[in-house]
């Protein structure tokens, strides 16, 4: 049954609470609100449109952009049900390390990053979500790995259709004082600087960056940390990485949130062959988040790749 608890998830390095209260509406939001990294927050729980979620957006970009936190006025998307101790993933974890999530989401109504909230009543979009998450348990899965897997269908064959390379599978929103540097990866296991632009020259210090441009990239992973020097010092410092086993495009951008100083970071949901969502089966996007040094982090999307079925990275 679905309710409006707060569900929180550790397993010592990696701790996450999901359905917080989102105000100033004050009903739960079925995302992750708050995450942590060996104690420290790294995500925090700012607004229905940040803190760490799946999007989807049909042609119309921003125009049409269902949401699984809630919409630009702070509505929260519907909470449809919740399996508190999942193991669908089926990676070998025991059910108290994972969590299933069922959402109606919200149209999010704000036509640009910087635009006018469009949303004078509260719009389910005409969809449903599932966002499963599994917690490494320190045997099967490493503990600075956390498996999302991110579910999406068309309610009806006149819900409008999806475009893959717009959805952002997953999107976080990060502490920048924290995490302000960013890195990609072409492979998934050797980082590089991902540059902006800035006054000073080009910069991988998100801090620099101008406010609410999107920086893209293409490879496999992302990743934001908290050393400029990452690269040259792979076994120091912390980062937040998200995975995807297919080649597609990552980015970053600098944000400012209500109240949080933020770094955006993503993974899209890329597929040229099928660009398009325009059926009513169920579409699932597997993406990895590793925490910890790059060098760790490294090890973890390569004990992915090596262990967990193949039938699990099928592309969506």
Same mark, same amino acid.
């Given at each position: ?34 995450? @942590? ?20 957006? !049909? ?80 045997? !099967?899965? $490493?503990?600075? +790995? ?38 990609? !990866? ?10 902006? $632009?800035?006054? !000073? ?9 101008? @406010? ?21 010092? $792979? ?38 062959? +099928? ?37 699990? @990275?099928?592309? @969506?």
């Amino acid at each position: 049954m679905a309710t409006a608890e707060p569900y929180e998830k550790d397993n010592g390095v990696i701790r996450i609470r999901l359905n917080e209260e989102i105000l100033p509406h004050g009903t739960a939001s079925p995302m992750i609100t708050n995450m @942590w990294i060996a104690g420290r927050l790294a995500v925090p729980h700012d607004n229905a449109g940040a803190d760490f979620q799946m999007t989807s957006r !049909s042609s119309e970009g921003n125009l049409y952009n269902p949401t699984q936190g809630g919409d630009c006025a702070g509505r929260t998307s519907d909470l449809t049900g919740v399996i508190p101790n999942w193991n669908g993933a089926q990676l070998g974890t025991p059910s108290n390390k994972g969590i299933l999530l069922g959402i109606d989401p919200l149209l999010y109504n704000e036509p640009g990053v910087s635009g006018t909230c469009q949303a004078p009543v509260k719009q389910v979009a005409p969809y449903d979500m599932a966002f499963g998450v599994t917690l490494g348990d320190g045997v !099967s899965v $490493p503990r600075e +790995a956390m498996v999302l897997d991110m579910s999406i269908r068309k309610d009806g064959p006149t819900s409008p259709d999806l475009v893959k390379a717009l959805s952002e599978l997953p999107v976080a929103f990060v502490d920048v004082n924290f995490l302000r540097y960013a890195y990609y !990866s072409t492979n998934g296991t050797q980082f590089q600087h991902m540059l902006a $632009p800035t006054a !000073s020259g080009p910069s991988h210090d998100i801090k620099q960056w101008a @406010w609410d441009e999107n920086y893209i990239q293409s490879g496999h992973a992302i990743a934001l940390c908290d050393r400029p020097d990452m690269v040259e010092q $792979p076994d120091q410092g912390t980062c937040m990485a998200f995975y995807s086993h297919e080649h597609t495009r990552v980015y970053a951008s600098h944000r400012q949130g209500s109240p949080n100083e933020l770094a955006l970071m993503s993974v899209l949901g890329d597929n040229a062959a +099928a660009p398009t969502i325009t059926d009513t089966q169920w579409y699932t996007a597997r993406r990895l988040v590793a925490v910890g040094n790059l060098s760790t982090v490294a090890a973890v999307i390569t004990h992915a790749e090596q262990n967990y079925p193949a039938s699990g @990275w099928a592309r @969506w």
